[in-house]
């Protein structure tokens, strides 16, 4: 395609009230998504027993922060900067971040969410930044880098935003079950007639024997994904053996040897997590 008629395709483009958008703000919106996109997603790193969650970001210099309320570390750090750098700045912070983090320990916990701009909320496990952005765009969230970008519309509620947050979860997990039963129904050799998310208050998953009907609780999309793929076994499991006996410990071993690890990290979440 050459540059004239790149030109006359990109400016015939109509934006939703059917006004022309000019082949320039096009090109420019495209690129800024694209941008959003590529962004690295943040990870996990270990260090003299800390678990630190890093996002590279194109910064000039490494930012490290804890988060409330137990003091999780986060660090931003620049595109190129190694793992070794990143490291070596997180240790020679050691002495400050253990004395933070015991003044975290004992303060009171604030439970309450508003979801307002700054709150921090978590998503597969890592914390983000929310960015509550008002306009008269389409209502979603997106991920950028590690900030959670909640797009509403200028008069919007605490309530309208929270549901608005349980949707963004209740799709995640929506996508994510799928590919995680092709997985461990045939290995398993079981399948569920059906599954669902909800919101649960004291359980992370359920399952209805009878019916052959799983439940996932909606706050498994705040938990690091091998935690949600944990629960899904030890459901699946329920399907071989009801209770929780001898039995299903043991089915659980076979199929996923280090499910006690994973149990032990999900009620880490939800301490730091949920309690948010
Ligand atoms: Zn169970």
Redesign the pocket.
């Known amino acids: 395609m050459n540059g004239l008629r790149y030109y006359n395709a990109m400016s015939s483009i109509k934006d939703k009230k059917g006004q022309t958008v000019s082949w320039i703000n096009q090109l420019k919106s495209t690129f800024v998504a694209k941008a959003k996109v590529s962004l690295p997603t943040p990870f996990l790193m270990q260090v003299a027993q800390l678990e630190v969650h890093v996002t590279r970001k194109p910064i000039k210099h490494l930012h490290l922060r804890l988060v409330p309320p137990t003091g999780v570390v986060q660090v931003s750090a620049p595109i190129h900067l190694s793992d070794e750098r990143i490291r070596a700045a997180v240790l020679a912070r050691l002495d400050w971040i253990k004395e933070k983090q015991t003044a975290f320990a004992q303060r009171p916990q604030a439970s309450v969410r508003e979801y307002i701009t700054g709150e921090t909320h978590y998503y597969l496990g890592s914390p983000y930044r929310l960015q509550v952005v008002s306009g008269k765009a389409k209502q979603q969230i997106m991920i950028c880098g590690d900030v959670l970008q909640m797009h509403v519309l200028a008069q919007t509620t605490a309530e309208k935003r929270a549901a608005l947050m349980n949707t963004f979860y209740r799709d995640t997990l929506k996508a994510m079950m799928p590919d995680l039963l092709a997985k461990w129904q045939p290995i398993m050799g079981v399948r569920a007639n059906d599954w669902g998310i909800k919101a649960m208050k004291t359980r992370w998953?359920?399952?209805n024997t009878r019916d052959k009907r799983i439940w996932m609780s909606l706050m498994l999309a705040k938990v690091p994904p091998e935690c949600i793929e944990y629960v899904l076994v030890?459901?699946l499991?329920?399907l071989i053996e009801a209770n929780?006996s001898p039995r299903?410990h043991a089915l659980m071993t076979q199929f996923l040897p280090h499910w006690a690890e994973l149990k032990q990290k999900l009620n880490q979440s939800a301490r730091s997590e949920l309690m948010l």
């Open positions: 998953g359920s399952c030890h459901e499991a329920h929780h299903f």
